[in-house]
């Protein structure tokens, strides 16, 4: 049995954050769990999506060390393709963003963005490196990357 059947089928959200750790962590126990957890999405376990918005906070760091490889690698996992659909950044995700941050005034405005988009998308799971998202469990579960499932068999 693969440790991720438990998100078999699970619509997931990915945050910015999932793809810096899978592209730029160390080697390690953090980077394979993500990395089982991309070819599980890329194998049809799950679907995934993430906002528009993580194509500009990823690219941010390749650019400024003009590192051209790694943003070109991270332009084509955040082209739209499947399996990892992009969603777009509407008026009603705008609002929902907004209202984020009312209940929650110390979210940042691009975490809004990312939960709102989540939630707009009916995701079942937000993934993500921020352990303090986790508070936010109560408008979708927050699976943070130290709790995703390890030992999958690829």
Avoid at 2 to 28: C, H, M, T, W
Avoid at 104 to 109: Q, S, V
């Amino acid at each position: 049995m693969n440790a991720l059947d438990e998100l078999k089928g699970a619509r997931l959200y990915l945050d910015s954050n999932v793809f810096i750790y899978a592209f730029e962590a160390q080697p390690g126990p953090l980077r394979q769990a993500i990395g089982q957890l991309l070819r599980w999405i890329y194998g049809g376990g799950s679907s995934a999506g993430t906002s528009l918005i993580a194509r500009a906070e990823v690219l941010v760091r390749p650019l400024r060390l003009r590192q051209a490889e790694l943003a070109d690698r991270y332009r084509g996992l955040l082209s739209g393709d499947a399996p990892i659909a992009i969603f777009t950044l509407d008026r009603a995700t705008m609002d929902g963003a907004a209202e984020l941050r009312a209940d929650y005034p110390a979210l940042k405005l691009p975490d809004a963005l990312h939960l709102a988009s989540a939630l707009r998308a009916d995701c079942d799971f937000f993934v993500t490196g921020d352990q303090r998202l986790g508070a936010l469990a109560a408008r979708i579960p927050v699976l943070t990357l130290d709790q995703l499932p390890t030992g999958a068999a690829t």
